[in-house]
């Protein structure tokens, strides 16, 4: 599948580095989301984008920084991570906010040591 | 906000039987309820949906009922198979364009 892809599919990181994540969706849509998976819990909603502006910030915290240059291109910049920030981050788009079916991108696996 | 509350947990049944989900929410405003599947390494993907103005929705062997006065919606797939083994999660949106998830259920159908 092409729709929503994701980048990179595995992550190692220790707690000082930064890294980012990639997110790209070829569907034409115009909204965005970053959710957490952790084992054994619901998918966490994170951050929502709509029309490349920020609609929902979910209580996340400064070490998480999301961007979307444009409605095509998702980011999710990471810094001084935590243990318990382990986790599959999914992206996913949607044709806009509200009640339309959500794509998800493969996630990223990411272990932070 | 909403909450969604999702049970069980965990479900196995034999090949051949029925499994159903239920799922409430709090939210008396929520009118989309989205039923994403998960199979094991993948990522979600819808299966079925269902809106608030209607109270069923049958797509093969996967149906979806809504109860808008008692706030809950449930998913029944009948002559389960073992590929339908996954974590399914129900959701249902909130103010902002926000879908709210249930915990999900992992579905085991043993052959």
């Known amino acids: 599948e092409t729709g929503v892809t994701q980048t990179p599919r595995h992550l190692v990181m220790g707690m000082t580095n930064k890294k980012s994540l990639k997110c790209e969706q070829h569907l034409g849509h115009n909204a965005m989301y970053w959710y957490k998976q952790s084992a054994k819990k619901p998918l966490e909603l994170m951050f929502v984008y709509s029309l490349e502006e920020r609609v929902e910030n979910n209580s996340v915290p400064s070490r998480f920084s999301p961007e979307c240059p444009n409605s095509s291109h998702l980011f999710l910049h990471l810094h001084t991570l935590q243990p318990e920030d382990s986790a599959l981050y999914l992206c996913?788009?949607?044709?806009?906010?509200?009640?339309?079916?959500?794509?998800f991108g493969p996630g990223t696996r990411l272990t932070v040591t | 906000g909403e909450n969604v509350e999702q049970h069980p947990s965990t479900l196995s049944v034999q090949e051949g039987d029925s499994a159903v989900i239920k799922c409430t929410y709090s939210d008396s405003a929520s009118n989309y309820f989205p039923w994403y599947k998960q199979e094991l390494g993948k990522r979600p993907q819808l299966i079925i949906d269902i809106r608030s103005n209607v109270g069923e929705k049958k797509d093969q062997r996967i149906a979806v009922t809504l109860n808008k006065t008692a706030k809950h919606f449930s998913l029944h797939i009948t002559e389960t198979q073992p590929e339908d083994s996954a974590v399914y999660f129900c959701a249902a949106d909130n103010q902002g364009g926000k879908l709210i998830f249930g915990q999900g259920t992992e579905l085991s159908v043993k052959p």
């Open positions: 996913a788009s949607s044709q806009g906010t509200g009640t339309y079916e959500q794509y």
